[in-house]
């Protein structure tokens, strides 16, 4: 069974930084590409930012790059997501994914709130 398990939302200032991580388990995690997304109210779920399965290759939407930065740890079957710089508009649930050949796998998502 794939479970995917998101933690380190909550409440930060604006310029703070938090970092979020997803803890996979129920297949291989160290061969397969990773992705995190966000969802703010209102709104559409959007791409945030992906990693290769090694790690050696990395993808930022333009609106975090410079700001964010994904990772993973194959040893511990995790992924993260450094977040520096917050701004109001980062305020979201953020998902992990696992975009596998057969269907998108989602864990439940984390909270962001950056707020004064």
């Known amino acids: 069974q794939v479970r995917l398990v998101e933690s380190g939302g909550g409440l930060v200032q604006p310029g703070g930084s938090l970092r979020l991580s997803c803890a996979a388990s129920g297949f291989t995690f160290g061969t397969t590409a990773m992705r995190w997304y966000r969802q703010a109210p209102g709104k559409e779920r959007e791409l945030v930012a992906s990693i290769s399965s090694g790690g050696g290759t990395t993808m930022y939407a333009d609106f975090v790059k410079g700001r964010f930065t994904i990772s993973r740890d194959n040893t511990k079957n995790t992924l993260y997501l450094q977040m520096n710089s917050l701004k109001p508009d980062d305020t979201a649930v953020y998902y992990c994914?696992?975009?596998?050949?057969?269907?998108?796998?989602w864990g439940q998502g984390t909270q962001v709130t950056v707020s004064s």
């Open positions: 994914n696992w975009p596998s050949i057969w269907r998108a796998y």
